[in-house]
């Protein structure tokens, strides 16, 4: 199998052009495990430049293929002792990835009659295409990648790779996974519920592990000591969970429950017929397509032998016997999500639970567990925004900016009117636009939550979010706009309006920092203080 890139998305990093094109330590580390694409991926570095989009996304789709085919190789197995999630040898030939810069001309030509709007992404069997729009304006929020924060060449690519290849897993997994699948001659997928709920869920898995890669990181290179006890360690032991999600697998068994639950007689068989999957209800049969890979891993083996039937047979020669077997089997199975998770009697206290685990493992630096307690408060609470914005913040708190604004974008959309999260989510939107150097929207950000009311509890999020403001708009009238001096100067200001010892003298003033709205007060208080005193400064700087 060879990788073709199609794109005229172009260099995205101007600065990158400038990096040698023949380092080999950085050619191994993009084609580390792949010998047979090491040379492609030296010639199209060596024509394209490091600043290129180009070599970025041969890395990362090359790399989730493969993590893609090796997780079908891999998958669990059957009850009857067959894998998952079958595969069969790729046949030889060309897999393309054509990325579109206009996103515009993109849905022209990818807009199925059955979408009301184009995907993401969309795999074409005619010429076994990937194609996904990569807008230029996406890669202006990497000014912090190119000047701020990575002066080494070899950091700033490896940064870049991290960026893009979160980007293309993100909008293209799902339907790379449609390509080994139509690779393979495997009969199953014939059945859309099928195939899509396989790519649903192998994309999950590629895309949380990449990210778990990312956390690997931010482990300590001197190994704990295994008899120390922390905050985080205590936290974290008295979390009670049946398991753990992404959040985009909890997403897809609310929707999925709630559907089976609002639809008296649903039957899942029923949607094995292509028609039937795509003539209503999208959105849910998706879900329920991803729902079904999970399910197939608990079948008994008398239950699997009835599912191979049912799917090796035409709808008007299967045995009612299995049909209602099956489809009586996954209605008791997909009700048991919501009974285990959000609506168990303890979800509120487990929720709560959760997010001191999170904040403690977070105060003591330990990326692995803060994740894994934010995505257990997602599934306790999956209505409200909380887990997402925690779990942002995880991925803030070591730099990994583009991937904390994905998860307070996912957060901003769970927001309801009025909803007194409001202020404090666009404030995160804020700090992760800015993390990546995309001042402007920042400031838009920022603004959305300066015109919000908020709960006390939030107040030096807000605040802090108003303080950048008014820097950044000083900034700009003094001609410091985006430079790191100027980017240094304002975390100054930030420390000084957040420091221990305002936070140790409201507490003394506030109830040991119990009462909220005192601390609040105190705060709004100071951070009047500390803007009047640095617009002046900087007044007096310019003059």
């Known amino acids: 199998m060879t990788l073709r890139i199609i794109t005229d998305v172009g260099v995205i990093a101007p600065r990158y052009q400038q990096f040698p094109r023949d380092d080999d330590r950085w050619i191994e580390h993009f084609a580390s495990g792949v010998p047979e694409a090491k040379e492609s991926f030296r010639g199209l570095v060596a024509t394209s430049g490091w600043g290129h989009i180009a070599p970025y996304v041969y890395a990362a789709a090359y790399h989730a293929l493969g993590r893609i085919y090796i997780g079908m190789s891999s998958n669990p197995l059957l009850a009857d002792g067959a894998p998952l999630l079958p595969n069969d040898p790729l046949r030889p030939g060309e897999i393309r990835i054509k990325l579109y810069s206009d996103c515009a001309e993109y849905a022209k030509t990818a807009a199925p009659a059955r979408f009301t709007s184009p995907p993401s992404a969309y795999y074409s069997r005619a010429n076994r295409q990937v194609a996904f729009c990569l807008p230029p304006d ?12 990575y002066d ?5 690519v490896a940064h870049m790779e991290q960026y ?26 014939r059945h859309d519920l099928v195939s899509e709920g396989a790519a649903m869920f192998l994309a999950d898995n590629v895309q949380t592990r990449a990210e778990s890669v990312m956390l690997w990181g931010t482990l300590p290179t001197k190994p704990r000591d295994p008899t120390s006890v922390n905050a985080c360690d205590s936290a974290f032991e008295t979390l009670e969970a049946p398991g753990a999600m992404s959040a985009r697998a909890v997403d897809q068994f609310r929707i999925s429950a709630d559907y089976v639950r609002s639809h008296p007689g649903f039957s899942l068989t029923r ?34 032998d009835s599912w191979r039937r049912v799917i090796a047979q035409p709808a008007e020669v299967r045995d009612p016997a299995d049909v209602e077997e099956i489809d009586k089997s996954f209605a008791r199975y997909i009700d048991e999500w919501p009974h285990a998770w959000w609506e168990s009697p303890g979800a509120a206290n487990h929720a709560r639970q959760a997010a001191r685990a999170c904040t403690a493992c977070l105060n003591e630096s330990h990326a692995f567990p803060a994740h894994s307690a934010a995505l257990l408060l997602n599934a306790y609470q999956p209505d409200s925004p909380l887990g997402l914005v925690y779990d942002g913040d995880v991925f803030y708190r070591w730099k990994m ?13 769970k927001l309801r009117d009025g909803d007194p999260l409001g202020a404090m989510v666009q404030s995160r939107l804020g700090d992760a636009y800015e993390g990546l ?3 402007e929207a920042a400031l838009t950000a920022y603004r959305r939550a300066a015109a919000l009311p908020y709960p006390p509890a939030y107040a030096v999020t807000v605040l802090s979010g108003r303080l950048k403001v008014r820097y950044y708009e000083s900034a700009r009238a003094e001609g410091t706009w985006g430079t790191r001096a100027s980017f240094d100067r304002l975390n100054a ?19 040991g920092g119990n009462d909220a709205r005192c601390m609040a007060k105190m705060w709004e208080k100071r951070y009047t203080e500390v803007a009047e005193r640095m617009v002046a400064e900087m007044r007096m700087e310019r003059q």
């Not at 897993?169 to 690779?183: D, F, K, M, V, W």
Request: proline residues 2%; contains cysteine; aromatic residues 14%.
């Open 138 to 149: 996406w890669f202006a929020s990497l000014r912090s990648l190119q000047n701020m924060e």
């Open 152 to 156: 080494q060449p070899e950091i700033a």
């Open 164 to 189: 893009v290849n979160w980007l293309v897993l993100q909008l293209s997994a799902h339907e790379l996974t449609h390509a080994i699948q139509h690779g393979t001659r495997v009969a199953e997928y």
């Open 271 to 304: 949607l094995l017929d292509n028609e039937e999957f795509y003539r209503t209800d999208i959105e849910a049969h998706y879900a329920i397509a991803y729902s079904v890979v999970w399910f197939a891993r608990t079948m008994s083996k008398q239950l699997v």
């Open 401 to 413: 900016f583009f991937v904390a604004l994905g998860r307070y974008t996912e957060a901003s959309r």
């Open 437 to 439: 150097g995309n001042v």
């Open 493 to 511: 200001y930030v420390r000084t309006f957040k420091s221990p010892q305002a936070l140790a003298e409201f507490g003394a003033q506030c109830d």
